[in-house]
């Protein structure tokens, strides 16, 4: 007798999916992501102290769009703890994109002021692994932009495999949103940000990025992860 069973790797042998505590920490999980998102936002900013120089613009703009609007645009999706779980897939690809919207927006008025700040100081440009790395993340960040666009008017622009384009828009996004992580954590080593934070303050800095990252690493890999029939 023949029966096709979906299987993915994740929990395999344990029945982890079913297991309540695995579920509620996978709920406290995204919860926590969302806190830290929000929080280390807003303490970067406090940092950044906006308006007292041209360069002070750019943390703020640059840790609302990846640390806040990238993360959320993604978490909206898990259905462990996202605010928008009552909607519909629809609607949550409409806050998708205009969270991404946002985020290019921000990125790029935080790269303007950074630009600017650069050329009154007379400093040189790409100097640091910190601004290299920026460099590559709004790079794959406007890559991935397109590829959602394909994803929004896949008819108008003659797409036809919407599910293989998904699967890379997935996969893509996850290493844009990995190379914005360790943007974020190569700021911390630049002159600005160790002269704000010291200490073992500086370690709890630190770490606050790395775990909204993985849960969005874990989020991608499981919604994505290859799965395949098993015959018995």
């Given at each position: 007798?023949?029966s096709d069973v979906?299987?993915?790797?994740?929990?395999?042998g344990?029945?982890m999916?079913?297991?309540?505590?695995?579920a509620?920490?996978r709920?406290?999980a995204?919860?926590g992501?969302?806190?830290?998102?929000?929080?280390?936002?807003?303490l970067?900013?406090?940092l950044?102290r906006?308006?007292?120089?041209l360069f002070s613009?750019?943390?703020?703009?640059?840790?609302?769009?990846?640390?806040?609007?990238?993360?959320?645009?993604?978490?909206?999706?898990s259905a462990?703890?996202?605010?928008?779980?009552?909607k519909s897939?629809?609607?949550?690809?409409r806050?998708?994109?205009?969270?991404q919207?946002?985020?290019?927006?921000?990125?790029a008025?935080?790269l303007?002021?950074m630009v600017?700040?650069?050329?009154?100081?007379?400093h040189?440009?790409l100097?640091?692994?910190?601004?290299?790395?920026?460099?590559?993340t709004l790079?794959?960040?406007?890559?991935?932009a397109?590829?959602?666009v394909?994803?929004?008017?896949?008819?108008?622009?003659?797409i036809?495999?919407?599910?293989?384009?998904?699967?890379y828009?997935?996969?893509?996004?996850?290493?844009?949103?990995l190379?914005?992580?360790?943007?974020v954590?190569?700021?911390?080593?630049?002159?600005?940000?160790?002269a704000?934070?010291?200490?073992?303050?500086?370690?709890?800095?630190?770490?606050?990025?790395?775990f909204p990252?993985?849960?969005v690493m874990?989020q991608?890999?499981?919604?994505?992860?290859?799965?395949?029939?098993?015959?018995?």
């Open positions: 007798m023949r979906e299987y993915s790797p994740v929990g395999e344990l029945g999916r079913e297991y309540w505590l695995y509620c920490l709920k406290v995204v919860v992501a969302h806190a830290v998102a929000l929080g280390f936002t807003v970067v900013s406090a950044a906006p308006g007292t120089s613009w750019h943390p703020l703009c640059m840790s609302l769009a990846f640390c806040l609007c990238m993360t959320e645009g993604i978490l909206l999706f462990d703890g996202s605010p928008f779980c009552f897939r629809k609607g949550k690809i806050v998708h994109w205009i969270l919207a946002l985020m290019l927006l921000a990125a008025i935080g303007g002021f600017a700040s650069k050329n009154v100081s007379a040189p440009h100097a640091s692994w910190h601004s290299i790395l920026g460099v590559a790079v794959a960040t406007a890559l991935q397109a590829c959602g394909c994803l929004l008017f896949p008819k108008l622009l003659g036809s495999s919407l599910p293989r384009l998904r699967l828009h997935a996969t893509c996004g996850l290493v844009a949103y190379l914005a992580t360790i943007t954590v190569a700021a911390m080593f630049t002159d600005w940000f160790q704000a934070v010291k200490g073992a303050t500086w370690y709890g800095f630190l770490l606050l990025p790395l990252a993985l849960v874990n991608i890999t499981n919604s994505f992860l290859p799965k395949k029939k098993l015959t018995t």
